[in-house]
């Protein structure tokens, strides 16, 4: 079975610091990786995704995240956060097989300060 | 308007009532998915669905039902509710020509009193 770990619960960051929230998972195949966002009081929206090529991957908002298969990770990237990143990041991942279901991280909670 | 859309989006219920909670999608997309949402636990799959005639348990499928009515419809039972399904559900579709990419409805806070 497939997991997804998050090291960091919260995150408290000011404005313009750079931000990476670490994601790990555990599978043995070829994989699908995702970041979603939910900002208070909202649903999940989808951040960013990498399913093959580029292991480096641009979302919105100045997002972006790195696959490093030998690490089996997929870290979040921002180099200047605003008040506005605030919410809860999640990451997570599945099988390209097509019929696999998606596994989720915990979560991290970020908070940034004015 | 939503592509996925949840209802109700509040309910307060107490505990031993039957409740439901509906899933409506205009993406066209055959998968469907029910989870909940509770505080440093991220989300957890309750039940999912490839298509009409398939329904599959997830990982925390105990206490809860399911009904896919039409590939546009998914609700999610909750028989006798208890206390401890106090939590946020989630309705998502999925396309897998595209990696299975999720789509997520506002969500349903249900309160068991």
């Known amino acids: 079975a497939q997991s997804v770990s998050q090291h960091n619960h919260h995150v408290i960051l000011s404005e313009a610091a750079s931000l990476e929230l670490g994601c790990n998972y555990s599978y043995g195949g070829t994989v699908n990786l995702f970041w979603y966002v939910q900002y208070p009081g909202q649903h999940l929206q989808l951040l960013l995704k990498y399913f093959s090529g580029d292991p480096l991957v641009k979302g919105i908002k100045g997002f972006e995240a790195e696959f490093i298969k030998s690490k089996f990770s997929f870290n979040l990237r921002k180099p200047s956060v605003q008040w506005s990143d605030t919410a809860e990041y999640f990451c997570a991942v599945n099988s390209n097989s097509g019929y696999s279901t998606l596994t989720f991280g915990k979560g991290t909670m970020l908070l940034v300060s004015p | 308007d939503a592509d996925v859309t949840q209802t109700p989006r509040n309910r307060i219920t107490k505990t031993g009532k039957r409740i439901m909670l509906e899933c409506s999608q205009t993406k066209g997309h055959d998968r469907m998915y029910w989870y909940r949402q509770d505080p440093g636990l991220g989300l957890r799959l309750i039940y999912y669905?490839?298509?009409?005639?398939?329904?599959n348990k997830g990982e925390i499928s105990d206490g809860y039902s399911v009904s896919r009515q039409a590939q546009a419809k998914f609700s999610l039972s909750l028989e006798s509710a208890i206390p401890n399904q106090t939590a946020l559900y989630f309705c998502a579709t999925s396309d897998p020509q595209r990696g299975e990419t999720q789509y997520f409805g506002p969500g349903t806070r249900l309160l068991v009193l």
């Open positions: 669905s490839f298509d009409v005639k398939d329904i």
